[in-house]
């Protein structure tokens, strides 16, 4: 793929038609040798949802409840390497769902429900990415419980007004539970945080909905590949990094009004819809003069959004990943690097941690 770039930069104002020519033919044959290669590492998640028929009937059976597994999308294809990171999340989840979901029989049909509780697992294509749901029709979260444990274990003010989603979020912080007794499967309250913490080491995102009455829905959305993922070109300075496209909702120009407000709230009104952004010149400490006309990519992570103000929009750019060695370990605002055409490294940007970073900010700036 370097190679390939720096082909068609070398070739791309060239006068002579039979050297573009072939520097076309070499680009379309690397093409569809990466497509190649990249079929071969995807494999039908079905394999993987087999294996949960065992832990369904087993969980049943132990905490005497009736439950029935369906499962759909079994043919949809993911990466290999992200398929065997799968189990023990969605194991977790398939716990917790039977645990704490789904009512016994006798408590079902006093609610007027089916005795057989159902836990669905989906899979499918969501552009580029995969979307495993993991759905049942149980007594939905308790709200009051999961506020009452987190302003306990210090995870929430006390009155704190914060939105269903990310309240129910906080069931993946390491320590929580709601579980009334520690058992051979709930209680310890480290389920769930291997779901989160593997979830984010695969560059996906964790949506969750709850009904009271009719149950809860965990949607994973994970990348269809760790290998190459589509990327935003950006430039910061003199650096050049690369956004996830499958996170970035649209590009807009920053206002010289906003541009020029270096105290106070930083938000722009996106469709009359206040968006906080983050100066990537400040978090980086670039000292390089700046662009008199950046612009701002707007980056989403399920409901969550936050603007990113760069110099530059530089292009798409299909990016392979490279990880960062242990050293880099505690360094969360980049996920990754890749090599571009012209030899030089460019960082990967964890949107993930970016868009808590901006949550954190908008709630300084709200309380000030």
Do not use: W
Request: proline share 4%; glycine share 8%; aromatic share 4%.
């Amino acid at each position: 793929m370097i190679a390939q770039s720096r082909l068609r930069q070398l070739t791309q104002g060239s006068p002579d038609p039979t050297l573009r020519s072939v520097s076309e033919d070499i680009e379309r044959l690397s093409s569809e040798l990466r497509a190649a290669t990249m079929g071969i590492r995807m494999v039908p998640i079905g394999q993987l949802f087999s294996r949960f028929r065992r832990v369904v009937h087993d969980l049943s059976r132990d905490l005497g409840k009736d439950v029935r597994l369906v499962t759909a999308g079994e043919e949809t294809e993911l990466d290999k390497t992200v398929i065997e990171s799968l189990n023990d999340p969605l194991v977790h989840l398939i716990r917790n769902a039977i645990d704490h979901g789904l009512e016994p029989a006798d408590e079902r049909m006093a609610a007027g429900k089916a005795r057989t509780g159902t836990l669905s697992l989906e899979a499918r294509h969501a552009g580029a990415q995969v979307l495993i749901v993991i759905r049942d029709d149980g007594r939905g979260m308790n709200r009051e419980r999961i506020r009452a444990k987190a302003v306990e274990a210090g995870f929430l003010a006390e009155g704190a007004d914060i939105p269903d989603s990310e309240l129910f979020s906080l069931i993946f912080r390491p320590g929580f539970s709601t579980a009334a007794a520690i058992t051979s499967v709930s209680g310890r309250g480290v389920g769930m945080d291997v779901v989160k913490r593997t979830i984010d080491g695969l560059h996906g995102f964790i949506d969750v909905a709850s009904t009271p009455g009719q149950g809860s829905q965990i949607t994973l959305r994970l990348p269809l590949t760790l290998a190459i993922i589509d990327g935003l070109l950006v430039r910061v300075g003199r650096g050049r990094y690369v956004i996830p496209l499958s996170t970035v909702e649209e590009c807009v120009e920053l206002s010289e009004a906003d541009n020029l407000r270096s105290t106070g709230r930083s938000f722009l009104n996106i469709r009359d819809d206040l968006v906080p952004f983050l100066r990537l010149r400040d978090l980086f400490q670039v000292t390089a003069p700046a662009d008199p006309y950046p612009k701002v990519v707007i980056v989403a992570a399920g409901d969550r959004r936050v603007g990113l103000v760069v110099d530059q929009i530089i292009g798409d750019h299909q990016t392979v990943i490279k990880s960062l060695s242990k050293l880099h370990a505690d360094v969360t605002t980049f996920s990754g690097a890749t090599i571009l055409g012209d030899g030089a490294v460019a960082l990967i940007l964890d949107v993930v941690n970016l868009i808590a970073a901006g949550r954190r900010q908008e709630i300084r700036q709200i309380a000030s």
